[in-house]
């Protein structure tokens, strides 16, 4: 009975954390309308700030504190408000969704570059000599940091439950996400309250984070971001909307985990696997299963559907003349750099483009399941490991031929993607989004350990393929012609299906579920064959890459937080059309091994130093990339279609005025904002048909 | 209809590449077992002559210039997980190789380590093959966690001087450690040992469920208690998460009684740990396979008071100090580098590498000095590490007690206030050692390792 009373304690403590967290993201979501996954981000921003401070610099706990969670916290919530999320107050869910993705991946990167790329051990908490422990009775055990936690997060519950109840701009604050609009038809500032709450949110985030560091040995962004899942789960047991059951929920995951902790058995595959999943297992279940959340739809501006649709893609409404022009400059740069790459490239630039290749086949999924279905998934990256995977494991253990192997294992994943795709599409917007970010976190944690899937200590051989005389073993350019071929068949087949049956019902659902559905449209049949389709193609990239690389080698390629920056890179260079993913793919490449790698230490005068050992390029590159993102809001086709369409109408305009020189009449003109079509008469303007 | 004839076109392309897939084979040359191992007899084959250090011959061979031998590094400094800089490793290396470039090089040319690549812990496959193509290196050397371009080094058959955290080297013959092939799963004599020096009849095991190889480790501990039944196993968890709390553990060992507590866990986690067993009042000693940090410790003294580590080459506060480690010191001192764990790896791999020059000879070559380093059958770093036996300790020795070395050895230090103070050991022999054959714990040799 004490150890039962000793981990009721212990998960208290945690869990006034994880519903602090949660009250947070609810709140956040309740007043701003934007489900906060960066929530765990800002945490971290407040929780280094206070061990740079507390422990680099020995200032005093109240100091540490002020700056930290008083003014830094805060200030960053302005920041984000003021700079980014008033623009997108009438954006759609799946837009907010992205930028606090976008956030998420940013966020820890940034901070990173002054607080240092590593974890940093001896973490403190909010009252001098934490680890002192009261010894009540028997063998319960509380230390002075987990009463500060579990006092400090009552104070803060009491404090929000008087200020939404008995407040105006708690009241105001209600009023805003329901509508924007019409709350400033009734003569409220919105902006201000939006300001407000997403101060108030900041510094609850900061909070949690001061108050999450000693519960590990080092500040981590990891740890931070991992938790956080903790609080989605409290949030979503509270349907998003409810304080006092998101503030129960936290704190009973906490109470759970430890009980868990101690009364599983220890020693099992069960145990040994399950244990750790603990947090996403009851995220995915609660999404899955929680009757509040089945069939519901993310808080949306009533008057939202005013505004007009995405353009249609500038290549679909282009004149023949200028397609013919992209597609032969297309076929010259290809040729080009086939050129270089084939007869003068180094061993390091072959590699580039056979991973960029690779990842284009990869992108390509995220093309379908967000640019052809209109959903966020965040475990394409997990689908490709399983893709990885599985290839190795049929190669190499069961002797199967190599590319056999990689369309078994696509097909399985194709099969496990509609597995998922069953229950969590019913949920739709940000609940699908985050029960496939569940779902990648436990297959991290759980699925890969195992010796049968990951390899264990030594990931699965995969061997290269032989085909006729060619041994693709021996000869990496050999491969690369592979890479592309297959890339050529997936891009084919992602082409194929946008135009067929499949993709006009997408299209339709995208434009209006209920519409689509009086003519007979079935929506769920369509999404789950975009989903596994979309698993498949991610799993055949990843049998691509495991392939390459003659290993399954899940931990550096296939873990979450890739198909997190995978996601954001190819929503925000553009998920709507195949060459934004290939685009993507090698911009990736090519940003880090020129830009980041050469000419930057190029112009810092050859600092060699840096070079080799500074700020690592790939964090550079993320942080640049996400901050891409932010764009989606505006332009939700990505930076790349946008331009493309703005060079398109600079080419056409010349294109008029060389003709009206010479005295012919164009045959549209215009702009490319699909009301107005180029070089095609405007009734056949729009969306292909 | 239109519709129709796309999905028979899509059909038909499945099908074809279904068939022409079906068609195609593997090559033969990855898997697991595939690579041969050279073969050796029980001394060097090479004999190595002093007076042909300072010969200068022609030698054709990548990195080799008339002036210059050089070397790259590809290290994880970047290190989200544990945080752990290995970048370090470098000046072990610079250190050493500043001792041989001062005493005039080696075959008329300095020793140079060119290039250090950060692998950011995910992009050691990336770094690996950039400095393959890029830097054209004589050797490489490697200290990380997540050793992903180990399979590019193997095919290019690149002399590779591993910190040898991780097992992916075995089966390439190219690849050579600080230590032999480790086997987490394969009982051992030590802590059984350790168990009984300190009186502890029960034993508790903290590893990751989300690591294999700590799970092995925890695998380990307890066939080595099966083995050598110094103690029992009261206490067993092999499922904990990264940076997970360990609250519940502690009182679970403590109510078992647990005395003595065998880590298969990283420094922070051990911290956690230590921390909680000092909450909840509970006396056992750490075991800490990864604690062989000075700053780490000092800075978390009453955390880590007794407890017992062992580091993998003769720990610095060994009196009196072996010439091997008087020299780091010195030369890493020169170069203005503390010397740390990684830092001492380094100059063993370094040492190594310019043992298998050594042995190729002023014609050496990639091939010949690989060849010469799998002759070797107890490689020591003139006693700064245990034997190691490279003609057969490429291999994984779980199943194979052959391939493993003679000796099971080690030595050890305890956290006395902060600081590490040697034990178990005797003057001018720092090591604990059991021959393999040993069906008990009760005879333990002292030897050093230090050649007259």
């Not at chain 1, 991290?444 to 005389?469: K, L």
């Not at chain 1, 996601?567 to 925000?572: A, E, G, I, P, Q």
């Not at chain 2, 986690?269 to 990864?290: C, D, I, W, Y």
Request: proline share 5%.
């Amino acid at each position: 009975m004490e150890e039962l009373i000793s981990r009721i304690v212990v998960g208290m403590s945690y869990g006034s954390v994880y519903a602090l967290l949660a009250v947070g993201l609810v709140l956040t979501y309740k007043t701003s309308g934007v489900f906060n996954l960066a929530y765990g981000a800002q945490a971290f921003v407040s929780g280094a700030i206070y061990y740079d401070l507390r422990v680099r610099h020995d200032l005093p706990i109240p100091v540490a504190l002020l700056v930290a969670v008083f003014i830094v916290a805060p200030l960053l919530g302005l920041v984000l408000d003021r700079g980014l999320f008033r623009y997108l107050r009438n954006a759609t869910a799946i837009a907010k969704l992205v930028t606090s993705l976008a956030l998420l991946v940013a966020i820890p990167q940034i901070l990173k570059l002054w607080f240092g790329q590593n974890p940093a051990a001896g973490t403190q908490g909010i009252v001098p000599r934490g680890d002192t422990s009261y010894n009540p009775f028997g063998d319960v055990f509380v230390s002075r940091n987990d009463l500060a936690t579990i006092l400090v997060t009552l104070l803060v519950v009491i404090a929000l439950t008087v200020l939404f109840r008995y407040s105006a701009l708690g009241l105001q604050m209600r009023a805003v996400v329901e509508s924007a609009r019409l709350t400033e038809l009734a003569g409220i500032n919105a902006d201000r309250v939006s300001t407000a709450s997403w101060v108030l949110c900041s510094f609850l985030a900061g909070l949690a984070g001061v108050l999450l560091a000693p519960l590990f040995a080092a500040v981590s962004d990891l740890n931070y971001t991992t938790l956080v899942v903790v609080a989605i789960s409290a949030a979503a047991v509270a349907s998003l909307s409810s304080i006092p059951i998101a503030l129960a929920g936290g704190l009973g995951l906490g109470v759970l985990q430890q009980i868990l902790d101690r009364y599983l058995p220890t020693g099992s595959v069960l145990a040994s696997n399950i244990r750790p999943a603990l947090p996403f297992i009851a995220l995915f279940l609660v999404l899955i299963f929680s009757p509040a959340l089945r069939g519901r739809r993310e808080l949306a501006d009533p008057l939202a559907g005013v505004d007009p649709p995405p353009p249609a893609l500038a290549s679909t409404v282009r004149s023949a003349a200028l397609t013919n022009a992209t597609r032969i400059f297309g076929v010259v740069v290809g040729l080009l750099a086939a050129y270089y790459i084939f007869f003068h490239a180094s061993g390091q630039w072959l590699d580039i483009a056979i991973r960029a290749t690779i990842l284009s086949v990869i992108f390509l999924s995220i093309t379908v399941i967000t640019g052809m279905a209109g959903q966020i998934s965040l475990c394409q990256a997990t689908f490709a490991g399983i893709g990885g995977c599985a290839t190795a494991q049929l190669a190499t253990r069961f002797g199967m031929s190599v590319l056999v192997a990689m369309l078994i294992a696509a097909a399985l994943s194709a099969l496990i993607g509609a597995l998922l795709a069953v229950p969590a599409l019913r949920l739709g917007g940000i609940f699908l989004s985050l029960a496939t970010f569940a779902f990648a976190l436990f297959f991290d944690n759980v699925m890969a350990r195992f010796d049968w899937v990951g390899g264990g200590v030594v990931p699965e051989d995969a061997p290269r393929p032989t085909i006729g005389f060619i041994n693709f073993d021996q000869s990496d350019k050999a491969f690369l012609v592979l890479c592309l071929l297959i890339l050529l068949v997936v891009a084919v087949l992602v082409l194929a299906v946008r135009s067929g049956t499949t993709g006009r019902y997408l299209d339709a659902l995208r434009g209006s579920e209920t519409a689509a559905a009086s003519i007979g449209i079935n929506a769920a049949r369509a999404r789950i064959t975009s989903f596994a389709l979309a698993a498949a193609i991610a799993g055949v990239g990843g049998a691509m890459l495991t392939i390459y690389e003659r290993a399954a080698n899940y931990d550096p390629n296939f873990v979450y937080f890739q198909g997190l920056i995978w996601v954001v890179l190819v929503v925000s260079l553009g998920s709507r059309s195949v060459e934004g993913a290939i685009q993507a793919a090698a911009g990736l490449f090519v940003f880090q091994a020129v830009i980041l790698n050469q000419v930057v230490p190029w112009l810092a005068d050859h600092v060699q130093p840096w070079y080799h050992m500074g700020q690592p390029p790939q964090t550079l590159a993320i942080i640049l990339l996400s901050l891409g993102a932010f764009t989606y809001a505006k332009h939700p086709e990505g930076i790349l279609e946008f331009n493309k369409r703005k060079s398109l109408e600079a080419i056409q305009r010349l294109i008029d005025r060389r003709s009206s020189k010479g005295g012919a009449t164009s045959a549209g003109g215009g702009t490319l904002d699909g009301s107005e079509t180029v070089g095609l008469p405007a009734a056949a303007g729009g969306p292909a048909s | 209809m239109q519709t129709r004839t796309k999905a028979a076109g899509l059909t038909a392309l499945c099908v074809a590449i279904v068939v022409v897939a079906s068609a195609c084979g593997n090559s033969g040359s990855t898997s697991k077992t595939s690579s041969t191992i050279a073969k050796g007899g029980s001394t060097p084959s090479v004999s190595i002559d002093p007076n042909s250090f300072k010969q200068h011959l022609p030698v054709t061979a990548p990195g080799v210039t008339d002036t210059e031998i050089r070397v790259a590094a590809v290290v994880t400094k970047t290190n989200p997980a544990t945080g752990g800089d290995y970048s370090v490793l470098a000046d072990g290396i610079n250190a050493y190789f500043k001792m041989m470039n001062d005493g005039g090089g080696l075959y008329g040319r300095q020793l140079k380590l060119t290039s250090v690549r950060d692998d950011q812990l995910g992009q050691n496959a990336q770094a690996v093959q950039a400095s393959l193509s890029s830097d054209k290196a004589f050797a490489t050397f490697i200290a990380t966690i997540l050793f992903t371009g180990s399979k590019a080094l193997a095919r290019a058959n690149q002399p590779t001087f591993i910190w040898n955290i991780n097992p992916e080297f075995t089966g390439n013959n190219n690849m050579f450690a600080d230590k032999g092939a480790l086997c987490f799963k394969c009982p051992g004599h030590i802590l059984p040992w350790i168990a009984k020096q300190l009186g502890a009849t029960k034993v508790g095991i903290i590893a990751y469920g989300v690591s294999a190889e700590s799970t092995d480790c925890a695998d380990g501990i307890r066939a080595s208690f099966a083995k050598y039944p110094t103690a029992t196993i009261a206490y067993e968890d092999k499922s904990l998460p990264f940076a997970a709390g360990l609250a519940a553990q502690v009182t679970a060992m403590k109510n078992a009684g647990v005395q003595l507590v065998g880590t298969c866990i990283d420094g922070n986690e051990s911290f956690t740990l230590g921390k909680e067993m000092k909450r909840q009042g509970m006396t056992a000693v750490q075991e800490l396979p990864n604690g062989y940090d000075p700053n780490f410790i000092a800075k978390n003294a009453d955390v880590f008071e007794n407890g017992i580590v062992s580091p993998q080459f003769v720990a610095f506060e060994q009196q009196p100090r072996i010439p091997e480690i008087q020299k780091l010191f010195e030369w890493a001192q020169k170069i203005g580098k503390p010397v740390g764990e990684v830092t001492a790896a380094g100059w063993v791999l370094a040492d190594e590498f310019v043992t298998g020059l050594k042995m190729a000879g002023p014609s050496f070559s990639q091939q010949k000095v690989i060849d010469a380093l799998n002759t070797l059958t107890s490689y020591t770093d003139n006693g700064f590490i245990q034997p190691i036996d490279w003609t057969k300790q490429h291999q994984n020795p779980l199943g194979h007690p052959e391939l493993q070395s003679k000796l099971d050895c080690g030595n050890f230090v305890k956290v006395t206030a902060g600081k590490f103070v040697p034990v178990y050991a005797e003057p001018d022999k720092p090591w604990v050692c059991f021959n393999r054959t040993d069906l008990t714990v009760d005879t333990p040799q002292h030897l050093s390792f230090v050649t007259p």
